[in-house]
């Protein structure tokens, strides 16, 4: 099965989404046929603006050596990165006089790589968008290569230096210095596009070269599980292997999205492809054109979705926004006010319509400017304004939400809810190996059949807060609940901690 950026992205069903930026693993001839759909479709006339874009788009070769004593990769037989065949295995002479007879070397001989070591070799796509030579491609094309050259449509082969580059959402930035100006294609405000507009595809599938593919836009804004940032665009234009890093255009001629994968059981096309939008990737490729590095926002802040309970729980008009779970105190989000149990709904003008939506927005944003934040708390929208810092490492970020400060002074057990809870205590803490600084309420035992079991809240669970209200004890749980009840309340928000400290809000009934 085809690789991702880095593994597979496995989804129901044992389909994966496939990253495109690989070795072409056998010539075209012995490449596995994959058929068309058996259905009629309208064709779409892209001839003219093929030939005015496709010198735009170049193929990329990367040079990676490898030490061939290296162990073996999981998963049995030897392999690499891109699929190719390691040595010793039937296919690999095949291989080697494939790349010799396209110029890319193969192992031994004068001024090729030790008998130790080999060359490996992988093909993708790219597209200038400077004339002075700046090209855009997937960082999986050229992840870990050692060399990497451009091929441009008359044939020209140019070294490339690696600008900059970034993991997140795939994205590389290449300089090459050419001649004279190149021909250049411009990236649209892809915010724009429609489903079901005509788009087209240029880029190098199975090594074969520039090759033109034509189909619509399927869908937008989706979310492969691939990364914090997803919001693919979505296409049925024939995408294979080698595309990755290929520009997907509109009809005016105008890069609205970079080839990046594909969903597929075979690894081959079935209609299904995804490209990283053109708006999610001009932020990233100037700030690597500027740095050579990404410098994204950072709120510091854990968040999570809100679903239809939580938002009834709120007062909240429909399901929507970013639920604030947990603020880091040494974050920007703590001096400005944020606080654990706030639903974020706007930031910096633009909506939040789902949690997901959140860091992508926030990372597109300047360190150190000063943002609108619309936020629901208490039934009210407020406005706050944070100043943003700069995030480092993972989107992961530590939680530290209000704390309650007193231990409880006695330790009944209560139960409601069909949760059994009991105050901590030092034998509890070791029983559900909790943290030594854990405060709240412990969970010892839940009801199978309760609502409580079907939000997945387990025993060693902790709960914080009911409603936004710390609570220290059992007791201090049980008088919230009957508090509420007696307002009329059908359903509270629970703040609960696992056994590693790690937040997330839980709406239950009352009743």
Do not use: C
């Amino acid at each position: 099965m085809a690789r991702t950026k880095s593994s597979s992205v496995r989804l129901r069903g044992g389909i994966a989404v496939a990253a495109l930026g690989l070795a072409l693993g056998l010539p075209a001839s012995l490449a596995p046929a994959f058929a068309p759909p058996a259905e009629a479709r309208t064709a779409i006339d892209v001839s003219d603006l093929a030939e005015r874009v496709i010198d735009a788009v170049v193929n990329i070769s990367t040079q990676t050596r490898v030490d061939t004593a290296a162990p073996r990769p999981p998963g049995g037989a030897p392999g690499n990165r891109e699929g190719r065949p390691g040595p010793g295995t039937p296919f690999d002479e095949l291989f080697e006089e494939f790349f010799r007879r396209r110029g890319e070397g193969g192992q031994g001989g004068p001024g090729q790589p030790s008998p130790q070591q080999r060359r490996q070799s992988s093909l993708g796509s790219g597209f200038v968008i400077d004339p002075s030579g700046i090209i855009i491609t997937n960082n999986h094309v050229i992840d870990g290569a050692d060399e990497v050259t451009v091929i441009f449509n008359d044939g020209t082969r140019l070294k490339a230096e690696i600008v900059g580059r970034d993991r997140e959402i795939d994205i590389a930035v290449l300089r090459v210095k050419p001649e004279r100006p190149l021909r250049a294609v411009p990236l649209a405000d892809s915010d724009k596009i429609r489903i079901g507009e005509p788009v087209m595809a240029i880029g190098n599938p199975l090594g074969l070269g520039g090759t033109v593919t034509a189909g619509i836009v399927s869908a937008k804004n989706r979310d492969i599980q691939s990364g914090p940032f997803d919001n693919y665009i979505q296409t049925d234009a024939a995408i294979n292997r080698g595309n990755s890093g290929g520009p997907l255009f509109n009809m005016a001629g105008e890069v609205i999205g970079i080839n990046t994968a594909i969903f597929s059981q075979s690894g081959g096309n079935i209609g299904i492809a995804f490209a990283v939008p053109a708006n999610t990737a001009k932020p990233v490729i100037e700030q690597l054109r500027e740095f050579g590095e990404t410098r994204r926002g950072w709120l510091g802040v854990r968040i999570q979705e809100v679903t239809d309970e939580i938002a009834e729980s709120l007062n909240l008009r429909g399901a929507r926004g970013a639920l604030i779970a947990g603020v880091e105190q040494n974050g920007p989000a703590a001096p400005a006010g944020l606080r654990t149990g706030d639903v974020v709904l706007r930031f910096d003008g633009k909506e939040v319509r789902s949690s997901r939506e959140l860091p992508r927005i926030v990372s597109e944003t300047a360190v150190g400017k000063a943002v609108p934040v619309v936020i629901m708390r208490g039934g009210r929208e407020e406005t706050l304004t944070v100043t943003l810092g700069r995030r480092e490492g993972n989107i992961q970020q530590a939680s530290a939400g209000r704390q309650p400060t007193e231990r409880p002074r006695e330790n009944p057990t209560v139960s409601t809810l069909g949760l059994q809870l009991s105050g901590v205590t030092a034998d509890l803490r070791q029983r559900y190996r909790l943290r030594d600084d854990a405060r709240g309420v412990i969970i010892t035992q839940v009801d199978p059949n309760s609502k409580a079991a079907e939000r997945r809240i387990q025993a060693g669970d902790v709960i914080l807060e009911v409603q936004n209200e710390a609570v220290n004890s059992p007791t201090d749980v049980s008088r919230r609940i009957e508090a509420l009840k007696a307002e009329g309340r059908n359903s509270a928000l629970f703040l609960i901690a696992n056994a590693e400290g790690d937040r997330r809000f839980v709406a239950l009934n009352l009743r």
